[in-house]
C-alpha cells in the first residue's frame, strides 16, 4: 500500500518561510510525478505545485516566485519551500503522488497524503 507522509508544517509570521517534505514508501514501482496542493477553510482544493519525474515544474498563480518545489527520487520525497508567506497562504497543504503500484504497475493511481497545516500569522 503505497503511503505520503508529510512534514515541516507549522506557524510563521508573514514573510516568513517554511519547508515541507513528503515521503512516499511501500509498495510503489515507479513515480509519475509528485505535487502540493492546499485547502484553505470553505474554499476548494488547489494545485500549489508539482514536478514530474523528468523535474518540469508547474505552479499555482498565486505562489510563482515565492515558492520551489524540489523532489529526491532516490529518496521518493518532494520537498516544498515557501518564501515570503503571506496570510492568504494559510491552508493545509496535501502532498500528491501518480504512481504506478508493484502490484499493478500497469496502472497509474493518486495517492493522498493526511495534510500539513501552514498558518501565516503575527
Known amino acids: 500500500q503505497v503511503q505520503l507522509v508529510e512534514s515541516g508544517g507549522g506557524l510563521v509570521q508573514p514573510g516568513g518561510s517554511l519547508r515541507l517534505s513528503c515521503t512516499a514508501s511501500g509498495g510503489i514501482f515507479s513515480i509519475y510525478d509528485m505535487g502540493w496542493y492546499r485547502q484553505a477553510p470553505g474554499k476548494q482544493r488547489e494545485l500549489v505545485a508539482a514536478?514530474?519525474?523528468?523535474?518540469?515544474?508547474n505552479y499555482g498563480d498565486s505562489v510563482k516566485g515565492r515558492f520551489t518545489i524540489s523532489r529526491d527520487k532516490s529518496k521518493n520525497t518532494v520537498y516544498l519551500q515557501l518564501n515570503s508567506l503571506k496570510p492568504e497562504d494559510t491552508a493545509v497543504y496535501y502532498c500528491?503522488?501518480?504512481?504506478?503500484?508493484?502490484?499493478?504497475?500497469?496502472?497509474?493511481?493518486?495517492?493522498w497524503g493526511q495534510g500539513t497545516q501552514v498558518t501565516v500569522s503575527s
Open positions: 514536478i514530474t519525474s523528468g523535474g518540469s515544474t
Open positions: 500528491n503522488a501518480r504512481a504506478h503500484p508493484r502490484t499493478e504497475a500497469a496502472y497509474l493511481y493518486g495517492y
